[in-house]
């Protein structure tokens, strides 16, 4: 396999195959631009932990 790889290499000029990396996905850069905005915002509410965090959701009423 090893000198398949490597013939093929040579005979394309180029690695035989699509060397890419992850693009995140429409709905994950968006998530990542909302942290982005929430940790530049001092205002943001900020949690020192987990269970900090899972108390105060659990706290809230949902609202309409």
Same mark, same amino acid.
């Given at each position: 396999?090893?000198?398949?790889?490597?013939?093929? !290499?040579?005979? +394309?000029?180029?690695?035989?195959? &699509? *060397?890419?990396?992850?693009?995140?996905?429409?709905?994950?850069? !968006?998530?990542? +631009?909302?942290?982005?905005?929430? &940790? *530049?915002?001092?205002?943001?509410?900020?949690?020192?932990?987990?269970?900090?965090?899972?108390?105060?959701?659990?706290?809230?009423?949902?609202?309409?």
């Amino acid at each position: 396999a090893y000198v398949m790889f490597l013939k093929q !290499a040579v005979r +394309e000029q180029r690695l035989p195959f &699509l *060397a890419s990396r992850n693009i995140p996905n429409t709905e994950t850069i !968006a998530a990542i +631009e909302e942290a982005q905005t929430m &940790l *530049a915002n001092p205002d943001t509410r900020k949690f020192s932990s987990l269970d900090e965090l899972i108390e105060e959701l659990n706290s809230d009423e949902i609202s309409d």
